[in-house]
């Protein structure tokens, strides 16, 4: 397989291996009208397997989302062909309007306007919680 170097734009690495594809749907990454390659199980020896995503267009990514959907993977920023920029990421504490409440009694479920906000509860196990019905996110 051969996928072109990108002259300035994105990369996201060290993906868990299957988790690319949520990451490429949750960043929207399918409605840019840019190249994106999703590239799944790599070989990897420091992780057995991984998923990267290029994206060769300079854009701004929401690192929220990277963090929820994996908070051990790396972007780098590519420009004139060249690594400008690697960021490391972590859970994000909040997530406003990422995912979405599924407790039906949520009050997000009524009162559509209201932005979908979750705190992180619990950081060893990944856990993120409504902040207005205390429903676990899925």
Not at 25 to 30: A, D, N, S
Not at 88 to 112: A, F, G, H, W, Y
């Amino acid at each position: 397989m051969n996928i072109d170097s990108i002259q300035n734009g994105v990369v996201i690495d060290h993906i868990k291996a299957g988790y690319g594809m949520n990451l490429y749907e949750l960043l929207k990454l399918g409605e840019l009208d840019v190249s994106v390659a999703l590239i799944k199980n790599v070989q990897s020896k420091k992780m057995g397997k991984k998923d990267i995503i290029k994206i060769d267009a300079d854009i701004e990514l929401n690192l929220d989302i990277i963090g929820y959907v994996d908070p051990g993977a790396t972007v780098n920023i590519i420009k004139d062909s060249v690594l400008t920029e690697k960021l490391s990421i972590d859970m994000p504490e909040t997530l406003v309007n990422v995912i979405k409440c599924k407790n039906p009694r949520c009050i997000t479920s009524c009162e559509q306007e209201l932005d979908q906000i979750f705190k992180l509860s619990d950081k060893k196990n990944g856990e993120y919680r409504c902040i207005y019905c205390e429903a676990k996110a899925k």
